[in-house]
């Protein structure tokens, strides 16, 4: 039996209904207008997902630092190819091939550079039995990819996944381990990204309390703009009436995440934790 997952187009037009995940704020807009420019050297944010609408979480803020002058990647573990609930196409490698192209329209829309596509089955990563090796081979090509990289902040889903699939908590697993085992190019500035809580599609006790997102990054109009390009790609994911809702929505203030090292609270992810 193939895996039902919660679908990202769903709760993310939810998330535009109920603005909890982007806590609207026109102080904290007003703040963001007046932010000061990159560092001279630019920094490396790397986004790492199961699949390629995952980083719809925190688009607007692959925008920003993308913008900023940041170099920013987003790394896709799986093809894709089960996603196929909210398309005519069927699943299999024809879909792989459309969610491939709709990852690579995203990052042009964000400015970011072109997703990482690492080809994994999609609804397999926790298959043991029928792939005992899967596991290792992920793992080492995530650590491939972030030594590659050598970045300076990570962005994944938390160790519930977002929805509490199980390809979304086996990616936060891994780069969380990568992180706390020293993987070169994994720093401890990971952040887990988080949808908003809705009892009647989210299954219980998934959202963290309220207490650990300290972090809450400012985004500017422009990068919801983007963020809207972005959702335009996801054809596959996405009604025509669930993306005339996305593209007309009225979007502002900053993004919450929570740290998988809290120290304190902080609006820059490249600033250190501390």
Known sequence: MRLQRHPIATLLVLAMETTVLL????????NTDQASSPAHSPKTLVSVWAHADDDATVAPVLARYAREGARVYT???????????????PCGSELANA?????????????????????????????????????LRLTQRLAEELQELHADAVITWGPDGGTGHPDHRIVSDIVTQL??????GAPEQLFYAYLPPRAEVLPPLLLP?????????????SDYDAFRRFMACQKTQFSADELKRIATAPLSGP?????????????DLFDPLH
């Open 23 to 30: 806590h609207l704020s026109v102080e904290a807009q007003s």
């Open 75 to 89: 790394i896709i573990a799986t093809d894709g190819s089960q996603g196929c609930k909210h398309t005519a196409i």
């Open 99 to 135: 969610r491939s192209e709709e990852a690579r329209c995203g990052s042009d829309a964000l400015g970011v550079h072109p997703p990482i596509l690492l080809g994994f089955p999609d609804g397999k990563l926790g298959d043991y039995v029928g792939d005992p090796s899967l596991m």
């Open 179 to 184: 992180v706390r085992a020293g993987a070169p």
């Open 209 to 221: 309390q309220k207490k650990y997102f300290t972090v809450q990054v400012p985004v500017m109009s």
């Open 255 to 267: 993004v919450r995440l929570v740290p998988a090292f809290p120290k304190g609270a902080a609006t």
